[in-house]
């Protein structure tokens, strides 16, 4: 007899990492991958099945009645500072609520879900090495990543709840490549903004090895919470040497009240609560990731950076701005 | 009230009195007087003659470009540095090497220190613990530079720093670009495990803030080191610092202020209303910097507070020892 296919289901399978996940899994052998997304997957390889439903509806659920589902890559969650904090909360976290309900109710094994590294926010007092059991406060002070906090902590409540699924949550540094999230943004900037007299250390993760830990995290018998980071941390300014752009230095002071202004009137496309990522550090202990899923990053800074620089951004649909 | 009881409160009163006079007659002898008035300019003549000399004779204190390269090719050797030169505290020692004829003219000519038993810091991990004064963190750059400039073969020392103070602009930048860091556990206690020489001020804010009545008189202790030294098996090397508790005079903590500005403290001094902030700045005293015996402690790191509190009294109680026999050595505060 055949051995079964694997079966692997993806939410969010038309953001950048959704894709590049989904390459990924299409390459390996005997592997089936069904990707859930509204928006439209471009660039579609020919058999990688596509659900263009909501991960809210209903219909959803067929899917995971049908099939023999083995692991879940519940990537699907949405951070965009324009979109309001009903439909963030609902989206994010209604729609895990919904997944791990469905991985419970018919028995899927795992479930890795992509949570973020901004969990833990920018402070001035963060230790240099966050570790996993660190307080998640990056909703301190930017309200907007409330709700990825609450779906974290409520994936982690899937350890004891139901500890015959293997839920595995990472949380990465910022990644950088063609995704369209706030550190890519801010890298693709004509003039990139620096706060005088700050220069925190950050982390980044090119896109292919956040893949390569997502993929790394579906080993069987694998459980809990990673810190997922590349490469050495390094100053801003050294980051942001490496685009060869021109830096703008503002007072810190200044800068909420005209950010918000600018945000509000659509000049700028961040928050001003993310200024604090160009103040203060918040820099990950990846151990337990190196140590335990056997994650290294191969891809390096200056590699990540020019992979953000690279034109071809990622055409998406509707929702475009990744969680992570 | 009976009788004898009266008798004896007239008593007190009386002898109180005569205390009361014998410190007026001590204060307003004239020629006591005119003694300390002297004694100070002597002082502060004689050390700006040492300045003064020091900033035209730079050649007897400059260290030579070779000599800091040795001392920076040093650094750079032992540590953990990123392809960007930095370690993952932000700490890089080419950063330090522009900052050393800052220090090295604090170190030799403003301060113009004197270090005892530098030779009995170890090498690897050890936690160095030292009292707190003078309202800017001056102390702490002059241990630093201390084991930088003139130890063989140096030591960077990594000084835990106020959160508060780290988190301000500049500053905060300085302090992590040269090896400082926040004053968490948590980073303590990586660096000894990573053989870190690693300063701490257990007074922390309390003790560089205190009034200038209370100098050489230690504020309350924290008990966080000890436990670190015992989680991590670190050598504790007490350390006195004679001259930082002169260096500016506190005479007022203005509290709510300090409170509105988000400030720990907000110390005012009196030639405040002719300078403004630049009466912070530290008078050239000379500071002493006393190394004394390391210190070995074993035991449970999570043992009660009682146990702590005795063996930080022990190290408490080496600095005071330290810090005596420095009062007792010297001349005068400028001298």
């Given amino acids: 007899m055949a051995r079964r296919r694997t079966q692997a289901v993806i939410t969010g399978i038309s953001g950048r990492l959704g894709q590049l996940l989904a390459r990924r899994l299409h390459r390996m052998e005997g592997l089936r991958v069904i990707g859930i997304d509204r928006r439209a997957f471009s660039r579609k390889p020919a058999d990688i099945e596509h659900l263009r439903i909501d991960i809210r509806r209903k219909a959803c659920e067929d899917l995971f009645r049908t099939q023999n589902i083995d692991v879940i890559f519940h990537l699907g969650l949405m951070h965009d500072p324009r979109k309001g904090a009903g439909e963030h909360h609902s989206w994010n976290l209604v729609g895990t609520q919904q997944i791990l309900e469905f991985a419970q109710r018919y028995r899927v094994p795992k479930v890795v879900i992509l949570s973020t590294g901004d969990v833990y926010g920018p402070q001035s007092d963060n230790p240099a090495f966050i570790s996993e059991d660190a307080p998640l406060l990056g909703a301190q002070r930017f309200a907007a990543l409330r709700d990825l906090i609450s779906v974290d902590m409520f994936a982690q409540s899937y350890f004891w709840k139901y500890p015959e699924i293997e839920t595995v949550v990472l949380r990465p540094a910022h990644i950088l490549g063609g995704v369209k999230n706030a550190v890519s943004n801010y890298l693709r900037l004509s003039h990139l903004p620096v706060l005088m007299g700050f220069d925190p250390m950050v982390q980044v993760l090119h896109e292919e090895d956040a893949v390569s830990a997502i993929v790394a995290a579906a080993r069987p018998g694998l459980r809990g919470v990673f810190n997922v980071v590349g490469p050495d941390a390094l100053p801003l300014r050294k980051l942001v040497a490496l685009t060869a752009k021109p830096t703008v230095e503002l007072p810190h002071f200044l800068l909420p009240g005209v950010v918000n202004r600018m945000f509000q009137l659509r000049f700028a496309d961040f928050p001003a609560a993310e200024i604090d990522y160009i103040r203060y550090s918040a820099t990950l202990d990846g151990k337990r990731a190196r140590d335990i899923m056997r994650f290294e990053p191969t891809f390096g800074v200056r590699e990540s950076v020019e992979a953000a620089l690279r034109t071809n951004i990622f055409d998406g649909g509707v929702e475009g701005v990744e969680a992570a | ?335």
């Fill in chain 2, 1 to 335: 009230m009976s009788h004898d009881g009266f008798l004896k409160n007239v008593e007190k009163l009386q002898r109180f009195g005569e205390a009361m006079s014998h410190q007026l007659t001590a204060w307003t002898e004239p020629g006591k007087q005119r003694n300390r008035v002297d004694q100070f300019w002597r002082e502060v003549a004689e050390a700006s003659s040492e300045i003064a000399t020091a900033l035209l004779t730079p050649e007897t204190w400059r260290m030579s470009t070779e000599d800091i390269d040795r001392r920076v090719q040093h650094l750079l050797a032992g540590k953990n540095l990123s392809t960007f030169g930095t370690d993952a505290f932000g700490y890089s020692p080419l950063h330090v090497r522009k900052l050393v004829p800052v220090l090295e003219f604090l170190y030799r000519v403003y301060f113009r220190a004197e270090v005892h038993g530098m030779e009995r810091v170890p090498e690897g991990r050890c936690l160095l613990i030292a009292n707190h004064s003078g309202q800017l963190p001056f102390d702490g750059a002059m241990i630093g530079s201390a084991l930088l400039l003139e130890r063989n073969p140096p030591i960077m020392v990594r000084t835990m720093v106020e959160k508060f103070a780290t988190a301000l602009p500049f500053f905060g930048e300085l302090c992590y670009r040269c090896g400082q860091v926040t004053g968490l556990p948590d980073n303590c206690r990586r660096l000894l495990d990573a053989d870190e020489a690693v300063l701490v001020f257990p007074e922390g804010a309390r003790g560089i803030s205190k009034p200038f009545k209370d100098r050489y008189h230690m504020t309350a202790f924290g008990h966080g080191f000890l436990r670190l030294a015992l989680q991590t098996h670190a050598p504790i090397v007490p350390i006195a610092v004679v001259g930082a508790e002169e260096q500016t005079i506190n005479i007022y903590d203005f509290k709510w202020l300090a409170h509105m500005l988000g400030t720990p403290s907000l110390a005012i001094t009196p030639l405040m209303p002719l300078l403004g902030p630049l009466a912070m700045l530290p008078a050239p005293v000379k500071y002493r910097i006393y190394f004394g015996e390391p210190m070995h402690f074993e035991g449970d790191a999570n043992d009660d507070e009682a146990v702590m509190a005795t063996r930080v009294a022990e190290v408490k109680g080496a600095i005071q020892r330290l810090m005596n026999q420095g009062l007792a050595e010297r001349k005068g505060i400028f001298i």
